[in-house]
């Protein structure tokens, strides 16, 4: 169900809350995704970051195992952004070498920062990355250096064991990300 109003004074409306206490019938076999206009923001923010991101290099979705959305013999990566990653609160991307090697991972989380958050996407994350990729980067749309960074630190110490290279940052354009691209 896709769910879009152009309200400029709240473009960016959830509708979910208001629709908690709407029951499907039991009958219904049918899976139901909901997209409204904070999911679509969402969405427009992820794919403009990577493409910020990416520059010339190539980027993917990567398809984590939901139940039944990816077999054992399918890709676990492509161009497109499976239905069942389209609602999900967390979306992972790929950026490729020029030669077609994984470059590194970015996880994009549609949650407030917090110490617990954080940690448990790191965990996600380098459950996902298997030994494969290097570095990892976690986007959050409230992350500040200057007010998460210390929690940022503290998170990623319960990983000390781990080599990957693990970064924060807010995929919410401003001159705080603008300033962090430009020294990567």
Known sequence: MIWL???EKDIEHNIKPSLSNIQLEQSNNVPVYLIDNARASFLLKVVDDL???SLDKKIEFFYPQLGTSVGVNEERTGKVIPLEL????????IIRN????VHELVIYANQSFSLDAY???IAYSLQFATG???IIKIAMPDYNPAHHGNDAIQARLAFNSRTETITPFSFERSILNFLDRETE
């Open 119 to 121: 940690k448990k996407l």
């Open 5 to 7: 109003h152009n309200d």
């Open 132 to 134: 494969l990729v290097s």
């Open 51 to 53: 493409k910020l991101r």
């Open 98 to 101: 020029s030669d077609g090697g």
């Open 86 to 93: 389209i609602v999900a609160d967390i979306i992972p991307g």
